[in-house]
């Protein structure tokens, strides 16, 4: 790690108040997996108050340690080893100190923002889940699974961005948003989740278009493919448009972060368009360019809204004491 960039995590943790060297470690820790693997996460979260981002890179490193033990791609990970990390991962919160660096930075987190333990039981229960079911037959069922992997990752953010409503008012569009950005991450990954054994899309959805496992494992893109993705990406836009109402509820400082991820995550649904629905191939990207024409957009809308005094009404959640 570069001086510069070591001094810049350092004053992040410096600015939340956290001064454990162990903890400090354990956030280091979770804060390189989101910006070697949540790119479009990552970029979101510069876009935080200092003291913030490091607890939004704690909740990352979480869910991404879970998930990296499911998705094991080894020979030797076979599913009852699978199963046995993921339940030793689940076992170790009830033991900090013999925990992974991202348990113990989550559950720090988790303390200081006072977050719901049912939250992140679920989330565990949704990872559970990738371990025997491989398809769901309606949207319903996929809800069922996405609450549990992304509508309360949104719930576990929202009381760290701060809100300027209650925070049982903003939590609904969270959800919301969490649901959407995974699905946008469904509706790109089709040719990597099924090469895991895995259609996240329902059946529903495919038998529209006459479309089965079987056809989709032919991984060629046409017509029948387009139309299921298509109607997919519309269903999800208004999932998108239904939260956004949200983002004006967050802390002020905060809802640059979630305007950058609320834009970049909806261009990977335009960029699978832009690429004529190529799934299967190498994983479709928002380009830079576009990257950074928003982000430029946001830092020039935040600065406008300062400088015009531009806030909602309310009172944003301060931020609670280091422990």
Known sequence: MSTRLSQRVDAELDAAGITDPL????????????????????????FLPPERRSAVHALYGFARTADDIVDD????????????????????????????????????TA????????????????MRMDLTVT?????????????????VIGLMVTPVMGTVTSVEEASPYAAD????????NFIRDVGEDLRLGRIYLPQESLRR?????ARLQTEVVDD????????????????????????AMLAPGARGCVRVAYQLYGDIMTAVEQADYQVFGPRIRVSRRRRARIAGRVVADTARSTLRGGRATGTASRTPPAS
């Open 135 to 151: 398809e769901y037959e309606t949207h319903a069922d996929l809800d069922r699974y996405v609450w549990g992997s992304a509508a």
């Open 73 to 108: 791609p080894s020979p030797e990970a076979t599913p009852e080893r699978k199963a046995a990390g993921l339940q030793a991962f689940s076992d170790s919160m009830s033991d900090p100190a013999n925990a992974h660096p991202t348990v113990r930075a989550a559950l720090h």
């Open 111 to 126: 303390r200081r923002y006072d977050l719901d333990p049912a939250l992140f039981t679920a989330f565990l229960d949704s």
């Open 177 to 184: 948003l969490g649901v959407a950005f995974q699905i946008s």
């Open 23 to 46: 903890l400090r470690s354990d956030y280091r820790i979770s804060r390189d997996l989101a910006r070697e693997h949540g790119r479009t996460y990552f970029l979101a979260t510069r």
């Open 224 to 247: 029948d493919v387009r139309g299921m993705l298509a109607a997919e990406i519309d269903r999800t836009r208004a999932i998108y448009r239904r939260a956004e109402p949200g983002i």
């Open 209 to 213: 278009f006459g479309l089965d496992r």
